[in-house]
Nanobody, 122 residues
Framework: QVQLVESGGGLVQPGGSLRLSCVAS????????MRWYRQAPGLQRELVSS???????YYLDSVKGRFTISRDNAEHTVNLQMNSLKPEDTAVYYC????????????????WGKGTLVTVSS
């Protein structure tokens, strides 16, 4: 069974940095786009950043220049380096990926991690 597991969240002061990681495990045939979403209390979930299989990236305007997404296709991982963090970056961050499992290699399914909490506060 395919699953995504995030790590790296925590409490950091404004201006600090955190690195989030997400590992996809299970019987995986291929992974297409990988993404990071976040959801702050009382707000809708929003797409923070994404990266295609060949490395094309997207960033939410408010994180451009501060966050960097990367992936390792061989290790089935996606990372989000977050620098110059602000209180408004406080949220639960979720990993999302389009994955074709080995038993259904012709079909991609959206998988989600359970999320990791990032709190930016002094």
């Amino acid at each position: 069974q395919v699953q995504l597991v995030e790590s790296g969240g925590g409490l950091v002061q404004p201006g600090g940095s955190l690195r989030l990681s997400c590992v996809a495990s299970g019987s995986i045939f291929s992974i297409n786009d990988m993404r990071w979403y976040r959801q702050a209390p009382g707000l809708q979930r929003e797409l923070v950043s994404s990266i295609t299989k060949d490395g094309t990236t997207y960033y939410l305007d408010s994180v451009k220049g501060r966050f960097t997404i990367s992936r390792d296709n061989a290790e089935h991982t996606v990372n989000l380096q977050m620098n110059s963090l602000k209180p408004e970056d406080t949220a639960v961050y979720y990993c999302n990926a389009e994955i074709a499992a080995s038993k259904k290699w012709w079909e991609e399914t959206d998988y989600w991690g359970k999320g990791t909490l990032v709190t930016v506060s002094s």
